[in-house]
């Protein structure tokens, strides 16, 4: 089975800049964002502000959603724990910290919404055998590509109804060196980062790596 279906790759593995230069008119892909990194559609035929002749090219062309849930703890703290299924059957795991409750006013109006942290994973398994490591017993089986590193944010944001525009901080520590996958991380990262798309600006994100030469 191939690691993933190269005939049609998945649309999240592609900033809005460069979508704009593959979908015409070339407004159109700040659309496509907006479905996807605000409202969380899962497929085009959600998109109803495009053209149906569109919704079919891009069905046609890409595909969307190249996680499965697989697993979901949560832990009295409010931290949940996500292990999700990727198209060729192997499992990474994402992990939603919740680091500031929500507060209210003694009106009832809302003092402080709750801010969070994820922590995502860049590959399956992992090359480089740190001892603490449980990531290490594995081995490496594989890198992610940057759609199936943005997919771990866009899922959580939608099955825990956080606000597109709500503000969360994202870690680079769950399984995986990210700087053994570079080019993916790296991309993700600038998906992230689009103003219109999630709009996590690169100061709230951290790659933390065991120190690669």
Known sequence: MARVNEEKPCIQDYTREELSGLIKPAFRAKQVYSWLYHKYVNSFEEMKNLPKALQEE????YR????????KEKSKDGSIKYLFQLEDGNTVETVLLLMKKKLFNEDGSVKQQEK?????????????GCAFCLTAKSGFIANLTAGEIVEQIRYIKKDNDIDANRRLNIVYMGMGEPLDNLAPVAQSSRVFADQDGMAIAPHRQTISTSGLS
């Open 58 to 61: 891009l069905a046609s062309q």
């Open 64 to 71: 969307i959603e190249p996680l499965t849930l697989a697993k």
């Open 116 to 128: 969070y942290t994820v922590c995502i994973s860049c590959q399956v398994g992992c090359k480089v």
